[in-house]
C-alpha cells in the first residue's frame, strides 16, 4: 500500500525560501497525479500544485504561481515543493497527495481526485 510521508516544514521569514519533500514507499504504477495542497485550521483544503506523473506537466494555484515549483526525483520516489518569496498567506499545513483519477490529468489539484494522502509537514511564515 502506497505511503506518503512529508517532511520539510519550518517557519521562515517573509522573502525567504524552503523546500518540501514527500516520500512516496511502495511507489504504485497505477498513480497518475501527485499534488501539494495545503490547509489551514476552520478553512477548506486547497491545492496549490499538481504533477502529471506520466508527462511531468504541472499546474499551479494562482496563489502561487511563479512562486513555488513541484517537481519529482523519479529514482527517489520523492516530490518536492520549492517555495520561494514566500508571504504569510503561505502559512499552513502542507499535504502531499496521489491520485489513481486520471481525470486529475486534466483538473487542478481537487480533493475528491486523491485517494492517498500524507500526514502533513506545517509551513509558517512570519513577517
Known amino acids: 500500500q502506497l505511503q506518503l510521508v512529508e517532511s520539510g516544514g519550518d517557519s521562515v521569514q517573509a522573502g525567504g525560501s524552503l523546500r518540501l519533500s514527500c516520500e512516496a514507499t511502495?511507489?504504485?504504477?497505477?498513480?497518475?497525479?501527485l499534488a501539494w495542497f495545503r490547509q489551514n485550521p476552520g478553512k477548506e483544503r486547497e491545492g496549490v500544485a499538481r504533477?502529471?506523473?506520466?508527462?511531468?506537466?504541472?499546474f499551479y494555484s494562482d496563489s502561487v504561481k511563479g512562486r513555488f515549483t513541484v517537481s519529482r526525483d523519479s529514482a527517489a520516489s520523492t516530490l518536492y515543493l520549492e517555495m520561494h518569496s514566500v508571504i504569510s498567506e503561505d502559512t499552513a499545513m502542507y499535504f502531499c497527495?496521489?491520485?489513481?483519477?486520471?481525470?486529475?490529468?486534466?483538473?487542478?489539484?481537487?480533493?475528491?481526485?486523491?485517494?492517498?494522502w500524507g500526514q502533513g509537514t506545517q509551513v509558517t511564515v512570519s513577517s
Open positions: 497527495a496521489a491520485s489513481r483519477d486520471f481525470n486529475c490529468r486534466q483538473r487542478g489539484p481537487e480533493v475528491h481526485l486523491y485517494s492517498t
Open positions: 511502495r511507489y504504485s504504477a497505477s498513480m497518475a497525479c
Open positions: 504533477y502529471d506523473r506520466a508527462s511531468g506537466q504541472t
